[in-house]
């Protein structure tokens, strides 16, 4: 379960989990920094059953989950920590915060919530106070609970790095089919100008649940097998895909506000949005030349869209939503100043 630098000069602490590999990226980008990063995941297992039992039947898993964390506290409770940052810690409870931060009584501790406290455990609020700083990517936490500052979540630099290809696909969608999602993408394709070549890549990632929505939701009862794949695509078929796209399309959860990681990205890549999230238009890259918002129920493009140009965004604006930028608000200046090239994140020309 840990991916660590294990030396004695190990100065900062990544527990983080339910975030799709991201944990490795931001341990790198800290490494090149300058600093000396070990990392843990934030539950104890991650079979099928432990991440259900976690949220849905917390306490039939209490035991274990402790005793996971502990062993967590003796590797590191030796260790010259500065920094913890804690990635949405699901499992970790107000008890394993508390101990974690007797083992470290000199660190800084910093929590950022991946998630809205809808869709977290119900002890979730009770750890923001155990931090000295918490952030949440939901800005209608971060308005109902004033120890929570709001950061949108980042885009990886290699987003603004894609490959210059022929843009053969006009819209293009991929993700995980969940909540209503199905049947937003088919009123947005029936609202497509005519002649607009709309690619969906539409991921179940269980055969049962795939069978359960063809027979349970009406809006599965036309749709056809060969609309869905089981397997989910490498992050480096995402990015080809992406590369040939003009537009790319956004559908949150129906209960999230937050900005998803797919707006992000775009924005990095540089790409055009549509996006069903209203919440973007309080974004600071913002551009209605750049992203479209539409109603979920009723979906009404803007005229003009597709044909105007993408409006490119300042350096300065890039640099602050590249994982870089999110970092160094996150940890305030705890990081190195001076930065090697690869890190200073992407320009406006590199795109």
């Known amino acids: 379960m840990r991916a660590a630098e294990t030396g004695t000069q190990t100065d900062f602490l990544l527990i983080g989990g339910g975030f799709f590999g991201y944990a490795t990226e931001i341990a790198a980008t800290l490494k090149r920094r300058g600093r000396q990063v070990i990392t843990f995941e ?11 039992l976690i949220r849905l039947a917390p306490t039939l898993v209490a035991r274990k989950t402790e005793a996971y964390f502990d062993s967590i506290i003796e590797t590191v409770r030796h260790l010259p920590i500065r920094d913890v940052l804690v990635v949405k810690g699901e499992s970790l409870s ?19 919530l991946w998630d809205s406290f809808l869709n977290l455990p119900k002890d979730s609020p009770e750890k923001v106070g155990l931090f000295d700083e918490a952030y949440t990517f939901d800005p209608l936490d ?13 885009f990886l630099d290699e987003y603004a790095h ?13 993700g995980t089919v969940h909540s209503d999602r199905y049947a937003v993408l088919r009123r947005l394709e029936r609202a497509l100008p005519p002649g607009v070549r709309f690619k969906k890549v539409l991921y179940f990632a269980s055969r049962y649940v795939y069978w359960g929505r063809r027979v349970f ?3 599965f009862w036309r749709a056809s097998r060969d609309e869905f794949i089981f397997k989910p695509l490498g992050k480096d078929e995402i990015q080809a895909l992406i590369a040939r796209a003009s537009v790319v399309v ?3 959860r129906p209960v999230q506000s937050g900005l998803t990681m797919r707006t992000m990205e775009m924005f990095g890549a540089g790409k055009k949005l549509i996006t069903t999230n ?5 974004a600071d890259f913002y551009r209605s030349n750049n992203i479209a918002i539409i109603d979920r129920g009723h979906p009404v493009f803007p005229v003009g869209f597709f044909k105007t140009c993408y409006e490119q965004p300042t350096p300065s604006l890039l640099r602050r939503h590249s994982l870089s930028g999110w970092l160094e608000e996150l940890l305030e200046g705890r990081i190195d100043s001076a930065t090697p090239e690869s890190a200073k994140g992407p320009s406006a020309k590199d795109r």
């Open 94 to 112: 107000p008890a394993a915060i508390k101990r974690l931060r007797l083992a470290l009584p000199d660190a800084r501790f910093t929590l950022y």
């Open 217 to 219: 939701d009406p809006s």
């Open 42 to 52: 934030d539950r104890p297992s991650l079979d099928s059953l432990t991440k259900a």
């Open 162 to 174: 894609l490959p210059d290809v022929q843009k053969d696909i006009d819209v293009l969608f991929i």
């Open 142 to 154: 971060s308005a109902a609970d004033s120890r929570l500052s709001y950061r949108p979540l980042f």
């Open 250 to 252: 956004d559908v949150e």
């Open 278 to 282: 209203s919440r973007v238009a309080e």
